[in-house]
């Protein structure tokens, strides 16, 4: 250790530590290196293990939704179907319900109908009868009622009592134009004026007109009524205002002939017959002036013979005589 080196080996002592050194360098570097690019593709094999754990893990994802989505809507298909079947046998039992209460109601029905022509008569007379009697039994409510309230009646009487007084006395007027009673007879006599003047008139007091109808001041005795003395005597007393099934029309009867032979009598009728010619319109006789004197051949033509055939000869046997002369012993 005292001992001393020389230059020389100092020096390459120094080169060999600068090469060891240099090589120890150039192996770290390349081992750097290495390393580096073992690092590289490690990372980028881990990169694309990644990525395909991650594309992996997408489409299962994907796959589940699909999955969750088609399950959804096959439950919503069968929750549609169960509710249409459902819907149907609801509708099915309804249907068997009304079917059910249709033949229920028919059945009381049926049985009112009549299988034989003997139940159809008799059930026809029974509706008859039945039928009469509802119609009598709202007859006499109706006339309850009308009876109770005569107001009822009332305004209809008016207007058929407007109704009635114009038709008759137009036609009266017609009457006494066509027949000329009415240029010959005074206006001012009573059974010249108008039908409903002289029924208003009476009407005012109907009650002396029908006590003067209903008395018998002729010997005739009532058609159908043969009393006995007394029962004559009770009678009298009993309708010395007169008999309410007794009407003497006699006054009426008188006026009528009296206006018959009054239109028998010539002055009267000859009268009546101008003032008649009077009221008519004047009417010029149409006539062919070109006709006088023979320039036109005149002659009338007959209608057609309806319903005409000529006669054909009856066929007499030769028997005929012989019996008609035996008839009755004629023959003597």
């Known amino acids: 250790m005292g001992k001393k080196k020389s230059r020389k080996t100092v020096e390459g002592d120094d080169d060999f530590m600068d090469d060891r050194i240099t090589h120890v360098e150039n192996n770290y570097h390349n081992n750097s290196d290495s390393h580096d690019e073992n690092l590289d593709d490690q990372s980028e094999d881990d990169y694309d293990d990644d990525d395909n754990i991650v594309i992996g893990k997408d489409k299962d994802a994907l796959k589940g939704?699909?999955?969750?989505?088609?399950?959804?809507?096959?439950?919503?298909?069968?929750?549609?179907?169960?509710?249409?079947?459902?819907?149907?046998?609801?509708?099915?039992?309804?249907?068997?319900?009304?079917?059910?209460?249709?033949?229920?109601?028919?059945?009381?029905?049926?049985?009112?109908?009549?299988?034989?022509?003997?139940?159809?008569?008799?059930?026809?007379?029974?509706?008859?009868?039945?039928?009469?009697?509802?119609?009598?039994?709202?007859?006499?409510?109706?006339?309850?009622?009308?009876?109770?309230?005569?107001?009822?009646?009332?305004f209809e009487d008016g207007i058929m009592a407007s109704f009635r007084n114009k038709s008759i006395d137009k036609w009266q007027r017609k009457t006494q134009v066509t027949t000329g009673a009415a240029a010959v007879?005074?206006?001012l006599h009573a059974f010249n004026q108008s039908i409903s003047a002289q029924v208003a008139d009476h009407m005012r007091d109907p009650s002396r007109m029908i006590k003067g109808m209903q008395q018998n001041r002729s010997a005739v005795a009532v058609f159908g009524n043969v009393p006995d003395l007394t029962e004559k005597i009770k009678q009298e007393e009993t309708y010395a205002n007169g008999d309410p099934e007794l009407l003497d029309d006699s006054d009426f009867y008188q006026q009528l002939l009296k206006e018959f032979f009054e239109t028998i009598d010539p002055s009267s009728s000859e009268t009546a017959f101008y003032a008649l010619k009077r009221l008519q319109t004047k009417k010029r006789k149409i006539v062919d002036r070109r006709a006088s004197k023979s320039r036109k051949i005149r002659y009338n033509v007959h209608e057609?013979?309806?319903n005409f055939m000529a006669p054909r000869p009856v066929d007499i046997p030769p028997m005929a005589p012989k019996l008609f002369e035996n008839l009755f012993g004629l023959k003597t």
């Open 304 to 306: 057609k013979i309806v």
């Open 65 to 154: 939704e699909e999955m969750e989505e088609l399950e959804k809507e096959y439950r919503e298909l069968r929750n549609e179907e169960q509710n249409i079947l459902s819907n149907l046998k609801r509708h099915k039992d309804e249907d068997i319900q009304k079917g059910q209460a249709v033949k229920n109601q028919r059945e009381p029905v049926r049985s009112l109908f009549c299988d034989t022509d003997s139940e159809v008569s008799e059930a026809y007379s029974d509706l008859i009868a039945s039928s009469k009697k509802t119609l009598d039994s709202i007859l006499e409510l109706q006339q309850a009622l009308v009876a109770n309230n005569p107001s009822i009646t009332k």
């Open 185 to 187: 007879k005074d206006k």
